[in-house]
């Protein structure tokens, strides 16, 4: 089982036992076993401790608050469920997000994280733990990461030993690719997902390595619980039917893999079904016509086999096996080909199909295009996120060929294919982070315990050596062997160091990395003073917070769709689009509105009944994530819609500039107004002309902006975020 | 030339039922139960040829039942069949216990999902 293999009546000079070290360990007078499992159990409590610490910077540094976007949708969403109960969750139609449409809520969501946070809170109150929901919220993600570790143990005791699985659960408890979406804070679908991913693929190798039904129906529940938490529920889907083809293919299935295919399959998609956001998707949808086509295959596959054993006939078998194989691909060929044509069995998703084809996205669908997120991994972001996971991973692989096993074969198979994808999509590392995490461990696991055991042969060989009775030839053999190799036990040393030298180096990568990379709350900026010390700029919430004090309860608001979730949650008001983006049009009028001139931008606004308008801009504190920076993309999607927006018009040469020599329509475009707005008069930095944008680094070209159909609002203290009121129509005398 | 495979398929029918007639009796109630199940399941889906797939998500659970509880009765077959060398260590009881807890929950999903 574990690396220490003395037996408990070994008397050897050189201690195996802990006893020399831990003195107070004699006292317990416990057996080797019993010492290994407490060695065991007291690293995993540490581990599961250091999983939940290492996410808690942005805790200590700033306080207790959802980061980013996203998290602000979950937040709001979870606070209504606590609020309403299930039911009024489960049928919830929200009129304050894409004004005048309208939000199905309860059909368009992934209700597995807003449960499971409701969940914790309803069972901490329970047990009289009056906390707010917001903390439960925040701490949930770490929370599930230790979770995680742990599976990650169970999952590498089961496919290499519990050694591995040690090493596993310690790497994945810190690796950085995790921690960058489930720090405390970060309250997003993936945090949970990951949880739900690994559980389930190990409750379906646990289910394929005994075959037992029981097993099955667990990887079932588990599928059930990934698909209510995340969209990309797909890859299991698609991996699982992918797995059991090559078993089929290289010979190596068995009854195990039928039992613990077809029960998941089946119970899992009717359970996946249940939720509203998926649907009639695993019966419908192209994703998943894989799983059903290997679903099939292999009932008429065992069926051949069951038919090939009772026959006892070669030849007999032969007839049989013709006529039933052109039936069955001649039906399945027919059902697919029908399905496809008539436009039943929906194509793969603008989404998906941008993994097979990552060009896919920038010529038709920019919305996808443009999330930061979307864009391929360079090789700076991979060594970023796994350090030395990057080069154990082939080493991995290696010892994962030289003992094939069913499990093996997953986990190769796991690894490639997540690891394809990681390199298609930034945000995909997170999907691929368990896979790296599992291999690694099993190379290091395996190096070490050769190590190890060389280390400690040679004591063995001098042992028997000395002891004449029992000279075996195994003995007597290794000895000589040794002899050959004098410093065998040096160098197993030396390389026991290196390896303990590796691992200390990556524990220190991944603890800077979480402290200085994805620990940021992204609301909250901070920055350094002249004089070294820390700035914060809390301009987000002090502009949410005066929409929510200072305007009309009925008030519209309209910005660019990244704020949409943070003005629904912390404002209160409604909004015109926010990051959904499910509905393109909407978000291309809005694109088409802030690119136009004013007159032209006020008539949209009516049409929408807009009151307030929201920009960001950077220029005075020099914050680069700005409305400016991401006009362009505003106007491609409007121009997506509306050809009356041209991208040529807002460039210059093909460069896009926002000083004197910009082009005229940049110059004068609502969004151009809205940010430069009374900018001109502003001396933003000691030396430079007043009207000097910090963030392009140059001197804006139309200093004397006049609004004739809004009136600013307000500005937050650093000019962060920007509000105007829409000015009613003029009366007509 | 038909004749010949005439006769080679009466050949492969005869061979096949003299072989099944061999199966234990536990084996062929299970196998007769699939045959049930896959029977009520083309049934289902003729009568949606028919009458059309509205709703959708009755039919589906109707049909995914009867699939459902095929396979797991294949699944408890091959647990159960004795000349299987892989759950040889399985005792049967175990297996018909894990068949019907799956039954149990596929059947609540089902139900669930009748509308």
Known sequence: MGAIKADPSSKAPISSSPYSFFPFLKAL????????????????????????????????????????????????????????????????????????????????LFPGLMVTAAAIYKTLHFLRFAVHIREVCVLTAPFFASNTAIVAYFFGKEVWDSGAGLVAAALIAVCPGYISRSVAGSYDNEGVAIFALLLTFYLFVKAVNTG??????????????????????????????????????????????????????????????????????????????????????????????????????????????????????????????VGTASGYISPWTGRFYSLLDPTYAKDHIPIIASVSEHQPTAWSSFMFDFHILLFLFPAGLYFCFKRLSDATIFLVMYGLTSMY????????????TPAVCLISAIAISATIKNLTSLVRTKSKALQSSVSKGAASLKASAKASFDQA??????????????????LSRYAIHCTWVTSEAYSSPSIVLAARGAHGGRVIFDDYREAYFWLRQNTPQDAKIMSWWDYGYQITAMGNRTVIVDNN??????????????SSYEDEAYEIMQSLDVDYVLVVFGGV??????????????????????????????LVNGEYRVDKGAAPKMLNCL???????????????????PGYDRARGVEIGNKDVKLEYLEEAFTTSNWIVRIYKVKPPKNRW | MAKTTASDAQALIRSLRSAYASTPTNLKIIDLYVVFAVLTAIIQVAYMG???????????????????????????????????????????????????????????VIMNFLG
């Not at chain 1, 700033?62 to 969403?77: K, L, V």
């Not at chain 1, 994808?421 to 691929?432: C, E, P, S, T």
């Not at chain 2, 040889?88 to 039954?103: G, I, M, T």
């Open chain 1, 29 to 108: 007078r416990l057996k080797t076993k019993q010492q290994e499992l407490l060695l065991r159990a007291s690293a995993l409590c540490l581990i599961y401790v250091l999983a939940f610490a290492i996410r808690l910077f942005s805790v200590l540094r700033y306080e207790s608050m959802i980061h980013e976007f996203d998290p602000y949708f979950n937040y709001r969403t979870t606070l209504f469920l606590t609020r309403n109960g299930a039911l009024e969750f489960w049928n919830w139609f929200d009129s304050e997000s894409w004004y005048p449409l309208g939000r199905i809520i309860g059909g368009t």
């Open chain 1, 421 to 432: 994808f990681a390199g298609v999509m930034v945000r995909l590392i997170l999907v691929a």
């Open chain 1, 581 to 594: 983006t499910w509905n393109n049009t909407h978000i291309a009028t809005v694109g088409r509105a802030m």
């Open chain 1, 485 to 502: 190799l004098p410093f065998q036990k040096n160098g197993a040393i030396a390389l026991l160091f290196g390896a303990f030298y590796l």
């Open chain 1, 212 to 337: 037992s039904l029981a097993w099955a129906l667990a990887s079932a529940f588990g599928y059930f619980y990934m698909v209510s938490a995340w969209g990309g529920y797909v890859f299991i889907i698609n991996l699982l039917p992918l797995y059991a083809l090559v078993l089929l293919v290289t010979g190596r299935y068995s009854m195990r893999l039928y039992v613990a295919y077809n029960c998941m399959y089946v119970i899992g998609m009717l359970l996946a079904m249940q939720i509203r956001f998926v649907g009639f998707q695993h019966v419908q949808s192209g994703e998943h016509m894989a799983a059903m086509g290997v679903f099939f295959l292999m009932q008429v596959f065992y069926f051949l086999d069951w038919v090939k054993y009772l026959l006892n006939d070669p030849k007999q078998f032969h007839a049989f096996l013709r006529i039933t194989l052109t039936c069955a691909i001649s039906v399945g060929a027919l059902a697919l080909g």
């Open chain 1, 621 to 650: 504190t020099g914050y680069s994530s700005d409305d400016i920076n991401k006009f362009l993309w505003m106007v491609r999607i409007g121009g997506g819609v509306f050809p009356v927006i041209k991208e040529p018009d807002y």
């Open chain 2, 50 to 108: 028919i009458v059309g797939s509205f709703p959708f998500n009755s039919f589906l659970s109707g049909v995914l039942s009867c699939v459902g509880t095929a396979v797991l009765a294949v699944c408890l077959r091959i647990q159960v069949n004795k000349d299987n060398k892989e759950f040889k260590d399985l005792p049967p009881e175990r297996a018909f216990a894990d068949f019907v807890l799956c039954n149990l929950v596929l059947h609540l």
């Open chain 1, 671 to 689: 969004m151009y107004k809205l940010s430069y707005h009374r900018f001109g008069e502003l001396t933003t930095e000691y030396g430079k002309p």
